[in-house]
């Protein structure tokens, strides 16, 4: 069997005729069953189009014979999909925890409010305090 670098030598009409046995291709696609390679990493090495590899699965797949269907799935797309749900549920244990400390701080400037006579909390509806001028950054002030 010829190494990758003699393939990359071959010209297309030369690489078109390669044949590759029946055993190797048996063993390619065990491999793509138990996950320890993917039809692009074996295209890629082996210089081949994904459907001849997909032409190899469906000669030679275990799971085809048994009427099986087979997600052919990248791993890095189950890893990411894995890493994305395990971030939604940090991020979702911090929302809870920032909503405990905003019901927390409203309790306490109820509380407070209530045993100092006196309005903390501001209302929504009035207007904020204008300060001291313009805060307009083209106006200057001579």
Same mark, same amino acid.
């Given at each position: 069997?010829?190494?990758?670098?003699?393939?990359?030598?071959?010209?297309?009409?030369?690489?078109?005729?390669?044949?590759?046995?029946?055993?190797?291709?048996?063993?390619?696609?065990?491999?793509?069953?138990?996950?320890?390679?993917?039809?692009?990493?074996?295209?890629?090495?082996?210089?081949?189009?994904?459907?001849?590899?997909?032409?190899?699965?469906?000669?030679?797949?275990?799971?085809? =014979? +048994?009427?099986?269907?087979?997600?052919?799935?990248?791993? @890095?797309? !189950?890893? %990411?999909?894995?890493?994305? &749900?395990?971030?939604?549920?940090?991020?979702?244990?911090?929302?809870?925890?920032?909503?405990?400390?905003?019901?927390?701080?409203?309790?306490?400037?109820?509380?407070?409010?209530?045993?100092?006579?006196?309005?903390?909390? =501001? +209302?929504?509806?009035?207007?904020?305090?204008?300060?001291? @001028?313009? !805060?307009? %950054?083209?106006?200057?002030? &001579?």
């Amino acid at each position: 069997m010829a190494t990758l670098k003699e393939y990359e030598r071959l010209s297309r009409r030369e690489r078109q005729n390669r044949y590759f046995s029946e055993d190797f291709k048996r063993k390619k696609v065990s491999e793509i069953e138990r996950n320890l390679t993917t039809v692009a990493e074996i295209s890629r090495e082996y210089q081949v189009s994904n459907t001849a590899v997909y032409k190899w699965i469906y000669k030679f797949s275990r799971m085809q =014979k +048994k009427g099986l269907k087979m997600v052919v799935e990248a791993k @890095g797309d !189950t890893q %990411k999909l894995i890493l994305l &749900k395990e971030q939604i549920k940090e991020l979702e244990q911090i929302i809870g925890q920032k909503q405990l400390r905003i019901d927390f701080l409203e309790k306490m400037i109820e509380l407070a409010e209530d045993k100092y006579k006196i309005k903390i909390k =501001k +209302k929504s509806f009035t207007k904020p305090y204008s300060g001291s @001028g313009s !805060t307009d %950054k083209n106006s200057r002030t &001579k």
